[in-house]
């Protein structure tokens, strides 16, 4: 496992695959949590495995999403034969309707997994009929059938998740997906370890693998490991229980809508993605309950405090959400009162910590109890750590390895496990996002070099996709703000009609400022009135000169570094 250094690009990226070669293509999800997307390609075949989104960051404003650049796929685009599916999460498969969109290809996935993807097509209005369920252990052809996938069930936070096995003619690729080794698992349904040992008997040449949680040590607790301390929750709360989960999380949904059984309380659902989910679980029989458990929000008035359960989506403290809205009092009879608790039954996903903070104090404010130290384990992880990596890699026996699913020292612990339990180092393949790797026939694996991968910002307000650079002027507008200088040019003399003129939004200094309006004015009208004549002919080295005189000066006199957008008008 030599340390990675930046490759250079894959020449032939952009020519099919020799007869005798099979590439995979990590598109997204290495080197970073999300937009998990790997291409698989040979002569007769391209497919992808999972098509994943990424959560934009506080530093990513007015961004809803972010999604894989598929420029991979854009010179085969009339061969691409289906998306598989691993499972349900928005790292998986958030960036399909953008995809589809584009290349409407099959998609195959396990009922659930297909149950939540079906309400985001009906949303974005796309071909439904593309859906191709798929069975635990089910195995069939993919495209011409060279290549055949097998859906193994693995235990992690939603329903339906499976490790994908890829037969082909180079060998098995076996795909973790993401996956923890619950022997508990809230649904029963349990890892296919006896199936993965088969196929560990048989050969494995690839393992790709999970490496979320693999720098903590041991074994991850089970799903079941929650259930005493949100019991604790529910035990010692006197007023309205709240709790904010991950709207996928079924299994949790399970163990509280149990909890709720059994302390006696009614349970509100309250968010538009908690509510789908919930309606899809029930419908395929992945969520078990009494049918008068549920009220609306309207009915809680009818029942003391301390008989109510709200369940909310939110638990990032994102502002549309159902706990943004109690907390803002929008939801009618249900107001947070003394003696409520709210309980985040989730973890932070980095980058909303700060959203997440301001939101418990919010509630602390309206009087709800937010401590969760002093009850238990109100949360796991979908993740195994490090016992569970070595275990799916003891059983599978696999001739190479590869670590997925995480940053750069992740993918690099998950490999020193494997090379702990006996693997040498050139049998762990420590790649990149872009990086292309080869197969042939009686030969080791060979990267090639890196194709083009990316990211696209996509903001549901606008058109779907936005560029970075857009992302990059919010922030130093979010930052520093703008300011606007205006030149008003005589088209007869090419001399200045007026003085220029200066706003500012966000910046430091009000444009009211007169001293420093006029330190600004003086300078644009000196930058002009010294522009040489070629320069005061080019309207757009004019900018940059005026661009360039006033960023200098104004961090110098501010330390800041607004946007400068100096406008040229003819009079
Ligand atoms: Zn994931
Ligand atoms: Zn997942």
Redesign the pocket.
């Known amino acids: 496992m030599p340390p990675s250094v930046p490759l250079s690009l894959f020449e032939a990226w952009q020519e099919a695959p020799a007869d005798d070669e099979l590439r995979l293509v990590p598109i997204g999800g290495l080197g970073e949590f999300g937009m998990n997307a790997l291409a698989v390609h040979t002569a007769k075949s391209l497919f992808l495995v999972d098509c994943g989104q990424l959560f934009p960051s506080d530093d990513e404003p007015g961004i809803d999403s972010i999604v894989p650049d598929f420029a991979y796929l854009e010179p085969f685009a009339d061969r691409i034969d289906a998306v598989l599916l691993t ?1 349900g ?1 928005e ?2 498969l958030g960036a399909l309707p953008y995809f589809l969109e584009r290349w409407p290809v099959p998609v195959y996935g396990t009922a659930f997994t297909l149950g939540l993807l079906e309400g985001k097509l009906r949303e974005f209005g796309l071909d439904r009929s593309l859906l191709r369920r798929v069975e635990d252990f089910q195995r069939l052809p993919v495209g011409c059938g060279e290549i055949e996938a097998e859906w193994i069930p693995i235990t ?3 329903p339906d ?1 499976c490790a994908l096995a890829l037969h082909t003619p180079w060998g098995v690729i076996l795909h973790s997906g ?1 996956f923890k080794l619950d022997a508990t698992p809230t649904d029963g349904r349990l890892t296919g370890v006896a199936r993965l040992k088969a196929l560990g008997d048989e050969g494995v040449a690839l393992l790709m693998s999970d490496s979320t949680n693999v720098m903590r040590s041991g074994w991850s607790p089970s799903e079941e490991a929650c259930r005493e301390g949100l019991r604790e929750a529910f035990r010692r709360t006197s007023g309205k229980l709240f709790v904010a989960l991950f709207s996928s999380h079924i299994h949790r949904l399970q163990t509280l809508l149990d909890l709720a059984f059994e302390e006696n309380r009614v349970v509100v659902p309250l968010g538009r993605s908690l509510e789908r989910n919930i309606a899809v679980a029930r419908e395929l029989k992945r969520l078990r309950l009494p049918d008068d458990l549920f009220i609306q929000p309207n009915e809680a008035p009818l029942f003391a405090p301390n008989r109510i359960l709200t369940l909310c989506t939110g638990s990032q403290g994102e502002a549309m959400s159902a706990t943004a809205r109690l907390l803002r009092r929008e939801v009618k009879g249900l107001a947070i009162e003394r003696g409520d608790r709210l309980v985040l039954s989730s973890r932070a996903i980095p980058g909303h910590e700060v959203a997440i903070s301001k939101m418990l104090d919010e509630a602390a404010r309206q009087g709800a109890e937010t401590d969760t130290e002093t009850l238990g384990t109100v949360h796991v992880s ?1 993740h195994g750590q490090r016992e569970e990596a070595a275990e799916l890699i003891r059983w599978t026996r696999p001739r190479w390895m590869m670590p997925v699913h995480g940053t750069y020292r992740h993918l690099q612990a998950h490999g020193r496990i494997a090379e702990e339990l006996g693997w040498s180092s050139d049998r762990v393949l420590l790649v990149e996002g872009g990086t292309c790797i080869r197969f042939r026939h009686g030969h080791e694996p060979e990267i090639p070099g890196s194709v083009p991968v990316g990211k696209y910002f996509v903001d549901q307000g606008v058109e779907h996709r936005v560029d970075a650079r857009v992302v990059r002027d919010r922030l130093i507008l979010q930052e520093d703000g703008i300011v606007i200088v205006t030149l008003v040019i005589d088209g007869a003399t090419g001399e200045l009609a007026s003085d220029p003129a200066i706003l500012t939004r966000g910046f430091v200094v009000l444009s009211d400022d007169e001293a420093y309006s006029d330190l600004l004015r003086n300078a644009a009208r000196k930058a002009f009135e010294e522009a040489p004549p070629e320069v005061r002919q080019d309207k757009d080295l004019l900018i940059e000169l005026l661009r360039q005189t006033l960023r200098r000066i104004i961090r110098k006199t501010t330390e800041t570094r607004p946007m400068v957008v100096p406008m040229l008008l003819e009079a």
């Open positions: 499972h999460h790292d998986h992690h936070s939603i998740a993401d979908g």
